[in-house]
């Protein structure tokens, strides 16, 4: 059935079990990438994957999406379980949103959203009136109704994330998969992003996996946030933040943000010392 | 401004006076060579010469043998054209979207490239004839063989990550070829078109030399044979006119079905 906004989200469970990634390196051997990662989810909510560039979290949420690199077993070990069900290959329970390139050049705005509902696997699970309806009123959610005709081209870079963020939430995913989404956008773009996405989630909530190597960006908008650690990755910290969306800037500078931003620091400079990067904007 | 400056622009009338500059200088050349007999007219006819052959050629009094030359290259080319569209484009696609018939047919594609396709036309002519067939044959392999690498190279260029995100979005492997990645290579695969048509222009000549009976490259033999250059002259030009305005059109349909490439 279809969720409408302020509706009860899908039941969601999500079941990453002992997780290693291992990639052939360069002259030989064997780099271990990722290094038995375990993390539950069982409800909708916001959960932020933190860690320095190149640790590891974007491997892992593509395993997450079923998207794997050619020539390769992902994961080397473990499972990942969806509702129950083993995830091996792309599979329509989750959606992922790239930091860029995802939109096509050769479709309008519109076109780009309804995009999905051309293919045979959601037009048997979606009406035509209903996704026509949708994708409308997904346009309209994220400020685009008046650009339907446009191309991506023609878009700023951040209207272009906002094209991705409509035509995934169009198909109302259990899963959304976000890969450093506002990570290409300036930082009153990012902003203006990031409170979009909070909008967005109040109206269809869902399982989010939200991959930043932004540390404010993952305190204004994590319910929990797991700080992954750098080759390999294993999960360093994992927390829940109870503040209520959106938090104040008042609250970004209390003795709370402040703690939790520099136990973030504390883990990361631990655990990656000298590796990687992590940006902290305010 | 600078001569050597790669990234400077030219207005559109700087380009035209230019371009106009260096075919005046290319006829005063000519003239030259010709209206004062330094070369002789049976080697190089006046421009004078050849555009009377030129209105000759095209009413002689009681027909234009020039539209009659014309109506059957065009239409012979048109015939190939369609042919090597028809087998071209869907070969190319299915060799860039599967590297397993990639590997398997370019051995047999590829070194067609770097062949010379005019060594082909005794064998076309002992297997098909003189006739129609064998120059319409001649014309699809010569442009065919171009035609195929380009599209696949059209379909391979398509960045991954737009297949990555069809697939993630639910296309099957066959819709991610379909709805994805051959829309994406469209612009290219036009590309590859009218210069596989153009192509076939330069073919045209040496198709229609064999049993000349009708077409420009007979109406050039013919003309070659009498020693009538001014006429050899007024042939060639029309088949070049005819090949620029060829690709001119089918440039511009290009850009009018795939607005979206030129602000990509």
């Keep these: 059935m279809e969720a409408k906004p302020g509706a009860a989200p899908q039941p969601i469970s999500l079941v990453l079990k002992e997780i290693v990634q291992e990639y052939p390196a360069p002259g030989g051997g064997i780099t271990r990438v990722i290094d038995r990662i375990s993390l539950e989810f069982d409800r909708p909510g916001i959960n932020i994957l933190l860690g320095p560039s190149g640790c590891g979290k974007s491997t892992l949420l593509n395993m997450m999406g079923g998207v794997r690199p050619p020539g390769l077993l992902a994961p080397t070990s473990g499972t990942i379980l969806i509702n129950g069900a083993e995830c091996t290959d792309a599979h329509d329970d989750a959606v992922m949103v790239f930091q860029r390139y995802a939109n096509r050049p050769d479709l309008t705005v519109y076109e780009n959203v309804a995009f999905p509902f051309q293919l045979s696997l959601w037009k048997k699970k979606v009406a035509k009136t209903e996704w026509q309806r949708r994708v409308e009123d997904m346009l309209k959610a994220v400020g685009l109704a008046d650009k339907k005709d446009l191309y991506p081209a023609q878009l700023s870079g951040g209207q272009n994330q906002r094209v991705a963020l409509a035509r995934a939430l169009a198909l109302r995913p259990a899963l959304l998969l976000m890969d450093e989404p506002f990570g290409a956008l300036d930082a009153q773009i990012r902003e203006e992003m990031q409170q979009l996405l909070i909008d967005l989630y109040k109206a269809w909530p869902c399982l989010i996996l939200f991959v930043t190597h932004d540390v404010t960006e993952a305190l204004k908008l994590g319910d929990r946030v797991i700080v992954l650690s750098t080759q390999p990755a294993t999960v360093a910290d994992d927390f829940i933040i109870a503040e209520p969306r959106p938090r104040s800037s008042t609250w970004q500078r209390s003795t709370e943000a402040v703690r939790l931003e520099e136990r973030i620091l504390a883990q990361l400079h631990q655990v990656s010392a000298g590796r990687g990067a992590v940006r902290v904007s305010i | ?264």
């Design chain 2, 1 to 264: 401004m600078s001569l050597w400056n790669p990234y400077a622009s030219l207005t559109s009338g700087q380009r035209r006076k230019l371009g106009v500059a260096a075919i005046l200088i290319v006829l005063a050349i000519w003239s030259t060579l010709s209206g004062f007999g330094l070369v002789g007219p049976v080697k190089l006819p006046t421009p004078w010469a050849v555009v009377q052959a030129m209105g000759y050629l095209a009413w002689n009094g009681e027909t234009s043998l020039l539209l009659t030359a014309t109506l059957w290259s065009t239409g012979r080319v048109v015939a190939a054209g369609i042919l090597v569209v028809l087998v071209g484009v869907p070969v190319g696609i299915l060799m860039g979207a599967a590297p397993k018939i990639n590997a398997f047919l370019s051995p047999l594609i590829d070194p067609f490239r770097s062949a010379p396709i005019v060594a082909l036309l005794p064998i076309l002519v002992m297997w098909l004839g003189i006739g129609e067939t064998m120059k319409i044959a001649f014309l699809f392999i010569g442009a065919v063989v171009y035609l195929i690498p380009m599209v696949r190279d059209a379909v391979q260029a398509v960045p991954q990550s737009y297949w990555i995100s069809a697939r993630d979005l639910g296309a099957t492997h066959w819709e991610g070829i379909t709805k994805a990645i051959v829309p994406m290579a469209m612009p290219r695969i036009a590309d590859a078109i009218i210069v596989g048509i153009s192509m076939m222009w330069t073919y045209i000549t040496v198709a229609e030399y064999v049993n000349a009976r009708e077409g420009l490259g007979q109406l050039i033999q013919n003309a070659r044979r009498f020693s009538a250059m001014d006429q050899v002259f007024a042939g060639i030009i029309v088949i070049i006119a005819l090949a620029l305005v060829t690709y001119q059109l089918m440039l511009r349909l290009k850009k009018k079905l795939y607005p979206w490439e030129t602000s990509l």
